[in-house]
């Protein structure tokens, strides 16, 4: 459940590919539905493992009169995001352009500043490549310890305007001695400080698991599961997953082709022959809906907005909202995150397979790969262990925690929503790289850049690491997750938190210690 924005020539939020400007569930979700973006104005993450952003065009905020000097500009904005109560409303309409201002409301810029300040202060680090109109650097956060590479270029006229600024997860520069490496013990030690200090700065709330094998290396469960009765998280709360449902929804379609019920070249309209219409359904491929290439959007407009929630409990209920969907690129062409792709995906499984949905995931992935703990529980039930998720907002200048429990939907579904713990996970990871869900050679395929199709930095419901690892993220308000392991060494990271952006700077820090592990 994560949405992309874009301007007419950046993304503004790319989470899970190459085109990332910043990792912040927080508030890309909340953004589109709040304010209606359409897709055409969104496109998302790639992950898991993966994960990405990109903002466009701040302009200058002093007058540069011998031509651009995009450090200056640099300056300015990391600047900005490390003053202590900074009005990012006035420093939004005073540098970014009319025509970005135009395409993405003001609004959802302030939100943007406000969780990149959050994550400071920043320092700039290293210096990548400088030319007239561009520079690229690396930035790094002091307090979370996440590193940034930034490429921020500039307009060739006066004002000499930002005309993009790309973000992207990087990774830190090495902390081991050259020739040395972490030990299992050193990685436990080192995560489990920083997760302690995210702690006592109420800045992480959920649970940790890094395994190496059947080895626990660093476990923990922290914080607070419902702040109202004060119930602290265990290892065994159910935390939101997001769009990490995507994974089981790919995993079910893999099944099918393995059977060959089902085959990833198949037309859409073998399965739902008129959605979104007849010729669109002739050209989607079962491909474009596993790698976001499809050229569908996302179902969670304003009619969804504007609806009681416990409206949505099936695929069928949810694929109501897309019904008027149309699509915005040739499938094939190009990479959009895409929340109707994989709910829509759900529903050729029903198809297919003449089961429910839900009931089929249950029977066909999760039960078989141990996740007992894991399911699209329904909200207005009673479930056992579910945390309530929170997000930190500034009401009349104080930051006050808000539950997120009348914003997401009462039941997940293919493309999000689900609940699970950092045991189940695990449990799934492991399930992948034994051959139990799928083959091998299947999940080989499906853990694949497809650069055919415009998706470089995404397989087919799996983001891919530079690293070489593997997974997917999710997020929104008071809903944080992640999961990323390596296919072919025994690491598996998995972070859940119940607060918005909360699992980032674990997951970055884990990586980086697993990557120079030995």
Known sequence: MQATLRSKHTHLYDFETHHIIYRTPLWTERAMRTHNLPRNVASAITIALVMALLIGAPAAVQAQADGPDPRQRLDELVDK?????????????????????????????????????????????????????????????????????????????????????????????????????????????????????????????????????NDAIYEAATGTANKDYDVPNNIDTKFNLGSMNKMFTAVAIAQLVERGDVSFDDPLSEYLPTFPDRASADK??????????????????????????????????????????????????????????????????????????????????????????????????VNSNLAVGYDLQEVEGERVWRNNIFLHVIRGGPAGGGYSTVGDLVRFADALRNGTLISRETFAVMASAKPELGSDRYGYGFGIGSDGSVGHNGGFPGVSAELIFWPDRGWTVAVLSNYSGGVAPVVARARRLVAESN
């Not at 930035?139 to 000499?160: C, I, N």
């Not at 949810?318 to 529903?347: H, I, R």
């Open 81 to 213: 995001l490390n003053t202590s109560g900074a009005d990012y409303g006035e420093y939004v309409d005073t540098v970014f352009s009319d025509s970005l201002r135009a395409q993405i409301p003001p609004e959802v810029l302030v939100e943007v500043m406000t969780d990149l300040s959050g994550r400071g202060p920043w320092e700039v680090g290293e210096l990548r490549r400088e030319i007239e109109t561009g520079i690229a650097v690396s930035l790094h956060s002091t307090s979370t310890d996440e590193w940034l590479a930034v490429d921020l270029t500039v307009d060739e006229a006066a004002p000499y305007q930002v005309s993009g600024i790309i973000m992207q997860p990087s990774s830190a520069p090495p902390t081991a001695a050259a020739g040395d490496s972490y030990t299992r013990d050193e990685v436990a030690t080192e995560l489990g400080a920083m997760v302690d200090d995210l702690v006592a700065n109420d800045r992480f709330s959920g649970s940790v698991l890094v395994t190496d094998g």
């Open 284 to 381: 989607i491929q079962i491909k474009h809906l596993l790698s976001h290439t499809s050229g569908l959007g996302s179902y969670f407009n304003r009619e969804f907005m504007n609806s009681s929630r416990a409206l949505y409990r099936s695929v069928d209920d949810l694929m109501g909202l897309a019904e008027d969907e149309q699509l915005q690129f040739e499938p094939g062409t190009q990479w959009a995150y895409s929340n109707t792709g994989f709910l829509v995906l759900g529903k050729v499984i029903e198809v297919a397979t003449g089961q429910d949905y839900h009931d089929y995931i249950r029977d066909h992935v999760t039960g078989p790969a141990g996740m007992a703990h894991t399911d699209a529980y329904q909200l207005d039930h």
